[in-house]
C-alpha cells in the first residue's frame, strides 16, 4: 500500500537528507543524492543527456546515460521501500520525479512538507520593506551552506550565491536590529556572521559598536584588539571606519559609553521646523525641559528628534529611556539605569549609582512618557540633576513633573489649513498636516501623489482630526487601503451620525483627546470583525508583545504553531497554515493601518500600541464584557512563559532566556498585580517562584523587595486556609524560604522550611526535599553556624548526585564549597569547586562556570598555592568577560592582589589594590559579605609596611587605568605552572 507523501521533507542545507516523517530514506549511491538535488534546484525538465553529462562529466556518454539509469533504480528502489509512489512515475500528480522518456523534472507538488532550500530562497526574494519576521525565519533555515560535503562541480556556483544571500541577509537584519536599538539581538547576529566569516570587518565593526553602546565597552575595545590581531595574521588591514571607532572609544571616559541609544524611527519626521528649533533653543538655555501634549500628540517623535539634532553637544551621550510600560513609579530608577548600562548592586541605593555614573558628564537623558508615573520621574529627575551638574533632562509627558526650574513647553498640533479656506495643491505642500499625511500615504503606496484633484478632500480630513499627528497618520493609513474620498465621505457620515465604536465615556473628556478617540474609532469600524477583535485584545498587554504571545493570548489559539485542519475541496491539497501565520498576517494588517507598531527588540520582534489606541480597545472589550476574561488569558500565559523558562535560566541558554523574560517584564507585573488584587493566590505564587531566579540573576533587587518579600510572611496557616494544594504548599514554603535567605533573615526560615520538607517527603518527592534542605543549610550559614549548614548542604548535594538534578547539583555545591571555604578547609572547597566546575562545564552553564572557577582560585590563594590560583582567577576573569560580567571581577583583582601580597611583591599589590579601586569606581560593583573585611585589613596591613610614597605611587598606578587596560593588564600577565582541571 503506498505511503502520503504529505510529510516527505528535503534537507539540503548541511547536507542532504530526505526524510518521510521520521523515518529517513537512503540510497546505495550517493550519485542518487545528487540527481535529486539537482532537480530540486533547477526547476523544470531536463534532457537525459544534459544531467548524465552533468553529474558524471569525466566518464562516456555511454557510461554516463547508464549511471544515471542506474541511480534512477536506486531511487525507485529507496521509495518503493518507503511505500511512496514511483519516483519516474510519468503523472505529474503522483511521481516525485516526472518527465517524458528523454527528459526528468522534480515534481515539487510531492514534498508535501517542503525543502529547507526552497524555503530559505522564497525568504531570501522578499522586497526590503519586508519585516523582521520572516528575514530571521530565513537565517533560522540556513543552518549551515548547500551540502557542504559534496565536491559536484554544478554545486559550486549554487552554493556561492546562497553563501552571498544568507549574508547580505544577514547584514540586512543586523543594520536594522542597530538602527532599532535591539542591543542583544544585533550583537547574537553580529556573532553569527563573524563566526560565518572571521574576516567580515562590517560584522566586527557592528559587534564593537553594540558593545559599546550596551555598557560593555572594556568587551567592545578587547574585541577590536583580538580582530586586528586576527586581520594582521591574514596580512590585512582594518579600514579607518573601524580604527577610528576603536579610537573614539578609547578617548571616552571608562566608566561609562558615551555614544547614544535613540532608536532610530522608521518614519521620516516631516514638517514642524519651527517647533524643532524652539525645542533646540530651549535645550540650551533650561537643564530640565518637558514637552507637554496630549496622546498622540508627536511629542515624543519631536522630542526624539530634537535630542538627535543636539547630540553633537553632548559629549556625555543623549539617552532615551522609555517610562511607557512602567505601572509602578518606583521602577523609573531602574528604567534609567538600563538605559544607560547601570547594574543594580547590593546594599548600594540605584541613585548613588546613577549619579556616580553620571558624574560631571555632559550628557542629554530624554525621559518618555512620564505621565503614568510621574512621581517617580519627577523625584529621579529631581536627585540627577541636583547631583549632576551637567545634566540636562528632556521629559515628554501629558502633565508637567512640577519641578524647580522646569520649563513646560506646549507641543502644538500641526499647522492645519483653516476652516472653510481656499487652498490649491501647491499650498498644501506646505501645510504640515498635509504634508504629514501625504508621506504616510506614499509609505505604503509609493505611487500616491498630492494633486489638484485629491486636495481639498485631504484638507478636509485633516481638518476633521485638527492637525492631531496620531489622527493624521492613522488616517493616512486608512486612506491607503480605501482612497481619500472614500474616507473623507466615511468621516462625513460617522460625525453626522452616531459612531458605534464612540465610548460615551469620553463625551466630558477635552475636545483633542475626543477628536483622537473619534479617529482611532473611524479606524476600527473599517477593520474586518476578526482584526477588530484582535485589536482590541491586544490592549490587554503592558509593555508590548511577540507574535507568539499574540498568538496564544490575544488570538485565543492554544498552540501557535499547531497545523490549522482544513477539508480537501479539490484534487490540489489545501495550504496548511499554522495560527501563527494567522495571527502574523492579521497583526500586518493592524501594522499597515497604524494602529499597531513593529519594534525589534530582543531575539523577537516586538508590537505595540499607544496609550490612545490601548485606551480605546481596553475601553470596547469593557463595553463587550471581554475584559476580564482576556486578563485571565494574559495571566494563564504569562504564568505558562515563566515555568517554561524556570527550569533553563540557570543553563546554557541563561543569557537568552533572561533577555526573554525582562522584554517582558511590564506584563509580568501586570499580571501579578492582576493576581494579587483578584485574591487569585495560586497564580500569584506559581509566577513568583518561577520569576524569582531570573530577578536574582540580573540583580533585579527591588523587584525582590517589592513582589518577593510579602512572601516572607507566608504560613502552612494562611496555605491551608487559601486551600492551597500540598505540592504547591510545599513549593511555596521552600520559595519563601529563599526569600528569607535573600533578605538575610535567616532566624526565620526554619519553621517554613521543617514543614517544607514533611510535604516533600510525603509526596515522595526527593529533589523538592534535596531543595528544602539545601535551604536549611543555607539558613545555618546566615546565622554563623557553618558545621549545620554544611552537614545540610552537603546532604542536599548527595541526593542531588543521585537524582540526577545538574543544575541542583551545581548550585548546592557550590554552597558546599563555600561553606568549606570560609572555614578554611582547602582541600574540601577545591573538590566541591571542582565538582560544580565540572557541572557547569557539561551543562554549557558559562555563569556557574565562572563561579567556581573564581572560587577555585580564592581557595588556592588563602592556601597559598599562589600561582596555581592566580592562573584559576585569570581563566574565571576570562569568562567573566564572555558573558559580560562585572562584578565576579572586584573578586579576580582582590584574589589577584591578596596572592601578590602573600608572596611578598608589595609594590604589585598596592598597584593590584588601586586596580580594585578604579574597577569598583567604574563599575558601581563593590566587595561584599565575609570577603570584605579580611581584605580592608589585609590593605590596611600593606599601607602600614611601605614607605607612604612607594605604596601611594604604586597604588596610583593601578588606580589611574581604565576598566579595559585593568581587564587587558591581568588577563596578560603569566604566572608559572599549569592551572589542573581547567
Known amino acids: 500500500m503506498k505511503k502520503e507523501v504529505s510529510q516527505l521533507r528535503l534537507q539540503l542545507l548541511g547536507g542532504f537528507v530526505l526524510q518521510l516523517g521520521q523515518e529517513r530514506l537512503g540510497f546505495v549511491r550517493r550519485k542518487a543524492e545528487s540527481l535529486i538535488a539537482f532537480l530540486a534546484l533547477h526547476p523544470g525538465a531536463h534532457p537525459r543527456e544534459r544531467m548524465a553529462d552533468v553529474l558524471w562529466p569525466d566518464v562516456s556518454a555511454s557510461d554516463a546515460r547508464l549511471s544515471l539509469r542506474v541511480a534512477l533504480a536506486d531511487i525507485a528502489k529507496s521509495f518503493g521501500r518507503a511505500g511512496l509512489p514511483s519516483p519516474i512515475d510519468t503523472d505529474p500528480q503522483s511521481g516525485t520525479l516526472a518527465g517524458a522518456r528523454d527528459a526528468l523534472g522534480l515534481n515539487r507538488l510531492a514534498f508535501g512538507a517542503g525543502a529547507d532550500v526552497w524555503e530559505f530562497q522564497r525568504l531570501a526574494a522578499l522586497p526590503e520593506t519586508a519585516s523582521d519576521a520572516p528575514l530571521q525565519a530565513a537565517l533560522n533555515v540556513y543552518t549551515s551552506d548547500l551540502m557542504p560535503q559534496a565536491n559536484d562541480a ?179 530608577a531602574h528604567a534609567v539605569a538600563s538605559g544607560l548600562g547601570v547594574k543594580e548592586t547590593p546594599g548600594k541605593d540605584l541613585l548613588d549609582a546613577l549619579v556616580a555614573h553620571i558624574g560631571a558628564q555632559r550628557m542629554l537623558l530624554l525621559l518618555d512618557t512620564c505621565e503614568r508615573v510621574l512621581q517617580g520621574a519627577a523625584h529621579c529627575a529631581e536627585r540627577l540633576l541636583a547631583a549632576c551638574p551637567s545634566l540636562t533632562v528632556l521629559a515628554t509627558s501629558r502633565e508637567p513633573l512640577g519641578l524647580p526650574g522646569e520649563t513646560r513647553w506646549q507641543t502644538p498640533a500641526l499647522e492645519t489649513p483653516a476652516a472653510n479656506s481656499r487652498i490649491d495643491w501647491a499650498e498644501a505642500q506646505h501645510n504640515d498636516a498635509v504634508r504629514l499625511f501625504a508621506e504616510r500615504v506614499r509609505q505604503i503606496d509609493a505611487s500616491f501623489k498630492l494633486h489638484e484633484g485629491n486636495v481639498l478632500p485631504i484638507v478636509a480630513i485633516c481638518q476633521r482630526v485638527q492637525g492631531i499627528a496620531l489622527a493624521v497618520e492613522l488616517a493616512a493609513a486608512q486612506a491607503a487601503e480605501v482612497g481619500v474620498d472614500a474616507l473623507a465621505q466615511h468621516m462625513d457620515k460617522a460625525r453626522a451620525g452616531a459612531n458605534p465604536s464612540a465610548n460615551s465615556a469620553q463625551a466630558s473628556a477635552p475636545t483633542r483627546h475626543q477628536t483622537l478617540q473619534a479617529t482611532i474609532g473611524w479606524s476600527y469600524d473599517m477593520l474586518a470583525p476578526h482584526e477588530q477583535a484582535l485589536l482590541r485584545r491586544l490592549a490587554v498587554f503592558s509593555g508590548g508583545w511577540t507574535l507568539e504571545l499574540a498568538t496564544e493570548i490575544a488570538a485565543g489559539y492554544p498552540d501557535a504553531q499547531a497545523m490549522m485542519s482544513s477539508a480537501q475541496t479539490s484534487a490540489l491539497p489545501p495550504i496548511e497554515l499554522t495560527p501563527q501565520m494567522a495571527t502574523a498576517h492579521l497583526l500586518g494588517t493592524l501594522v499597515n493601518r497604524a494602529l499597531v507598531q513593529q519594534r525589534p527588540g530582543g531575539q523577537h520582534m516586538r508590537y505595540a500600541m499607544l496609550d490612545s489606541v490601548v485606551e480605546f480597545g481596553r475601553a470596547q472589550m469593557q463595553s463587550l464584557g471581554e475584559w476580564d476574561g482576556a486578563c485571565r488569558a494574559h495571566v494563564a500565559g504569562f504564568v505558562g512563559l515563566a515555568e517554561a523558562i524556570e527550569p533553563r535560566i540557570l543553563g546554557s541558554e541563561s543569557a537568552k532566556l533572561g533577555q526573554l523574560l525582562a522584554a517582558e517584564q511590564a506584563n509580568f507585573e501586570a499580571a501579578l498585580l492582576w493576581t494579587q488584587t483578584h485574591a487569585q493566590l495560586h497564580l500569584h505564587w506559581r509566577l513568583l517562584r518561577a520569576l524569582s531566579q531570573h530577578w536574582v540573576n540580573v540583580s533585579e533587587l527591588s523587584m525582590g523587595e517589592r513582589w518577593l518579600q510579602p512572601t516572607t510572611a507566608v504560613t502552612a496557616a494562611a496555605l491551608d486556609a487559601a486551600q492551597v494544594p500540598t505540592r504547591l504548599q510545599a513549593e511555596v514554603l521552600t520559595w519563601a524560604c529563599d526569600s528569607l535567605y535573600r533578605f538575610s533573615q535567616g532566624e526565620k526560615i526554619f519553621e517554613p522550611v521543617s514543614r517544607a520538607i514533611v510535604l516533600f517527603e510525603a509526596l515522595h518527592d526527593s529533589a523538592g526535599t534535596a531543595r528544602a534542605i539545601a535551604q536549611r543549610g543555607m539558613a545555618h550559614w546566615l546565622l554563623g553556624a557553618h558545621e ?85 582567577l585569570q581563566h574565571a576573569g576570562r569568562v567573566y568577560v564572555e558573558v559580560g560580567e562585572k562584578h565576579g571581577w572586584v573578586y579576580v583583582l582582590q584574589g589577584m592582589g591578596q596572592a601578590a601580597q602573600m608572596r611578598g611583591d608589595r609594590t604589585e599589590a598596592a598597584r593590584l589594590y588601586g586596580m580594585l579601586h578604579a574597577f569598583q569606581a567604574a563599575s558601581g560593583f563593590a566587595l561584599f559579605g565575609p570577603d570584605l573585611p579580611p581584605h580592608e585589613a589585609r590593605a590596611a596591613q600593606l599601607k602600614a609596611s611601605m614607605p607612604a610614597h612607594e605604596h601611594d605611587t604604586a597604588w596610583q598606578s593601578g588606580a589611574g587605568l581604565s576598566v579595559p587596560d585593568i581587564v587587558a593588564q591581568v588577563l596578560a600577565m603569566a604566572f608559572e605552572g599549569a592551572a589542573a582541571g581547567t
Open 154 to 332: 554544478w554545486l559550486h556556483d549554487i552554493r556561492q550565491k546562497l553563501q552571498r544571500q544568507h549574508h547580505a541577509l544577514m547584514h540586512r537584519l543586523l543594520q536594522r536590529h542597530r538602527d532599532a536599538a535591539n542591543l542583544p539581538a544585533a550583537i547574537a547576529l553580529a556573532r553569527r556572521a563573524i563566526e560565518r566569516d572571521a574576516l567580515d570587518e562590517k560584522a566586527h565593526q557592528h559587534l564593537i559598536y553594540c558593545l559599546a553602546v550596551s555598557g560593555e565597552r572594556e568587551a567592545a575595545l578587547l574585541h577590536f584588539e583580538d580582530c586586528q590581531r586576527q586581520f594582521e595574521a591574514e596580512g590585512l588591514a582594518l579600514g579607518e571606519d573601524t580604527t577610528a571607532l576603536y579610537q573614539r572609544l578609547k578617548k571616552q571616559a571608562s566608566s561609562a559609553v558615551r555614544l547614544s541609544n535613540l532608536p532610530r524611527p522608521a518614519t521620516s519626521f516631516v514638517g514642524r521646523e519651527d517647533e524643532l528649533n524652539e525645542v533646540e533653543t530651549q535645550l540650551t538655555q533650561t537643564r530640565m525641559l518637558t514637552l507637554l501634549g496630549s496622546g498622540g500628540s508627536g511629542k515624543t517623535r519631536l522630542a526624539m528628534q530634537a535630542a538627535e539634532e543636539v547630540a553633537f553637544g553632548y559629549e556625555g551621550g543623549v539617552w532615551w529611556v522609555d517610562l511607557a510600560p512602567l505601572a509602578d513609579a518606583s521602577r523609573v
Open 788 to 872: 549545620r549548614a554544611f552537614e545540610d548542604c552537603l546532604a542536599s548535594l548527595v541526593q542531588y548526585r543521585l537524582l540526577p538534578i545538574e543544575i541542583g547539583r551545581l548550585r548546592t555545591a557550590i554552597h558546599v564549597a563555600e561553606i568549606a571555604r570560609v572555614q578554611q578547609r582547602h582541600d574540601d572547597a577545591l573538590a566541591y569547586n571542582q565538582e560544580a566546575l565540572e557541572v557547569a562545564q557539561a551543562l554549557g552553564n558559562r555563569r556557574g562556570e565562572s563561579i567556581a572557577l573564581l572560587n577555585m582560585g580564592l581557595v588556592a590563594v588563602n592556601a597559598g598555592r599562589l600561582s596555581l590560583g592566580c592562573q584559576w
